[in-house]
């Protein structure tokens, strides 16, 4: 009896705790939606605005149904209108042009051929009228389906081909019970001109946002982004600390470095669709001309085959055999010139491209080259570090058995052997004790460390495939300097002038003053 009571009890008191740790998330959820939408509206300010216009747009084309004058003249088919506003209005100009235009043109060119069927079939005869319909929609279901495959049409028109499908179909059928089948084409070609008229209003009068120069932004940022990375990571690589403890702070995904080049390698996706819809845009600024966007995705796939080294420099930080912070001292100034003047090149070509100018002349200074040679006289002023002569290795290997009888230090093979299971020390295994080959051949997790920390030289290793990165990252910075020089003569930048670099000067330190003058008042409030 008393161990059913206190069964009973437990019950209870876990049942009241879910139900206040359910009632807790419930309570913290509205909190956390609100939170979201506000770091949501302060990352980009215009998503806020584009709600707007969605809103202000569907209330726009909703009147063709609520207000009787409109509706009668209208009819059913405003829903259609409505429906229309809501696929093809996008956060871009570009996009809801494309997305428009393939609506618009895929259903005047589906209720066309459906009017044309309608006549065709009426004139073959009432018992044909179905069968021919019933053929009629096989086959263009079965062409369009196909030339949606076409690389360059799912490219440019899939949602246009998709919107043609559908509408031909709807047409089509229905004309079977309805007697006026013009009538029906036409209610519904207004009515999505009405929708795509209001969407086209909004997206390019009313505080428009332009693929182009989205992906214009999007280029800049990554050339920044990279910049900074790169110089983070050079600097971290040098940091005094202790990196031989085998507890390590876990890197998160908001670390600056991971952040950097991840921004970086992540573009391909969007890099191509904002170039896809930029090409839908209209001149639209004092950059009157066409610029080619195509070019911006060639630079972004240069600048992300750069960005591949900043990984590499990344997971030498994490690598499992470190240099001495004594060995790595030894190189930590050419080290960060290198460093520093990569991001100086990357910073003057993100300032090139986002004030439309050629860049500098002498972008690759003489500094970057000096830098690389007092790396790499450094490297070899240490050659005991990197390379291992035969005389050096006899000499090792000499001395290494004494070593061992009067220190008791493990050679590199007796460091193999025992990292082998305890029956492979002797040199021998019984056959009866022999267990399975997988098993006789494993071994333990370290062997590969070991093995390694036993060489004479790999204390270097790790900083020479820094060291080699440093070089390929420069020898891969002339490629970007090539295509942004590239992207400079198709768009028509102006050429490059010492007077424009004042004036840029000047407005960033303009931007610096106004922005610590913000901080500081904040602070003080």
Not at 10 to 38: H, N
Not at 93 to 104: I, P
Not at 450 to 468: D, H, V, W
Request: charged share 25%; net charge neutral.
């Amino acid at each position: 009896m008393n161990m059913a009571v206190e069964a009973e009890g437990k019950e209870y008191y876990r049942c009241k705790a879910l139900a206040e740790d359910l009632l807790g998330k419930m309570t913290r959820l509205p909190v956390k939606l609100w939170l979201s939408a506000l770091r949501v509206g302060k990352e980009d300010p215009r998503r806020i605005i584009h709600a707007v216009k969605v809103g202000v747009a569907l209330t726009a084309v909703s009147c063709l149904y609520l207000l009787q004058p409109l509706f009668e003249g209208i009819g059913q088919g405003a829903m259609w209108a409505v429906m229309t506003v809501v696929v093809v209005l996008e956060f871009t100009a570009g996009a809801t042009l494309c997305k428009g235009l393939n609506r618009g043109f895929g259903t005047l060119c589906a209720a066309s051929l459906a009017f044309f069927i309608e006549v065709v079939s009426q004139k073959s005869g009432k018992e044909f009228h179905a069968i021919f319909i019933g053929i009629s929609v096989f086959l263009v279901g079965f062409l369009t389906t196909y030339l949606r495959f076409v690389p360059y049409i799912k490219k440019n028109y899939e949602y246009g081909v998709v919107i043609f499908l559908l509408t031909f179909n709807l047409i089509t059928i229905s004309s079977f019970r309805v007697n006026d089948v013009l009538d029906l084409t036409k209610d519904r070609l207004s009515t999505i001109a009405i929708g795509c008229g209001v969407c086209l209003f909004m997206s390019l009068f009313i505080l428009p946002n332009w693929s182009g120069e989205d992906l214009h932004r999007s280029t800049v940022h990554k050339l920044e982004v990279l910049a900074r990375s790169i110089e983070a990571c050079v600097h971290e690589f040098f940091q005094n600390q202790d990196r031989e403890s085998p507890v390590r702070e876990e890197k998160s995904s908001k670390d600056e470095i991971y952040k950097g080049y991840r921004a970086v390698l992540d573009s391909k996706s969007s890099d191509e669709t904002l170039a896809l819809f930029a090409s839908w845009e209209p001149r639209h600024s004092r950059h009157c001309y066409s610029l080619p966007w195509e070019q911006y995705v060639k630079l972004g796939a240069i600048i992300r085959h750069f960005g591949y080294t900043a990984v590499a420099l990344h997971g030498c930080l994490e690598s499992e055999i470190q240099t001495p912070q004594s060995v790595r001292s030894l190189f930590r100034d050419p080290c960060v010139r290198v460093a520093g003047e990569v991001r100086k090149v990357l910073d003057e070509l993100a300032r090139s491209i986002r004030n439309r100018r050629h860049c500098s002349p002498d972008v690759l200074s003489d500094h970057l080259h000096e830098a690389l040679h007092d790396l790499n006289s450094a490297i070899k002023s240490q050659p005991r570090l990197f390379l291992s002569s035969k005389s050096a290795r006899r000499a090792a290997a000499e001395r290494r058995p004494a070593a061992e009888k009067s220190t008791g230090l493990p050679s590199a093979r007796s460091d193999i052997t025992f990292a082998l299971a305890p029956e492979w020390r002797g040199g021998k295994l019984a056959v009866a004790d022999q267990p399975p080959v997988k098993e006789a051949k494993a071994l333990r997790p370290t062997l590969s460390k070991i093995a390694l920390t036993s060489l004479e030289f790999s204390e270097a290793l790790p900083f020479a495939a820094f060291a080699s990165l440093l070089v390929e990252m420069v020898a891969r910075l002339e490629l970007v300097i090539e295509e942004v020089e590239e992207l400079s003569r198709a768009a028509n930048f102006k050429e490059f002038s010492q007077d424009q670099i004042a004036i840029e000067m000047e407005r960033a330190a303009a931007v610096k003053d106004f922005h610590s003058h913000v901080v500081c008042h904040s602070a003080a409030d």
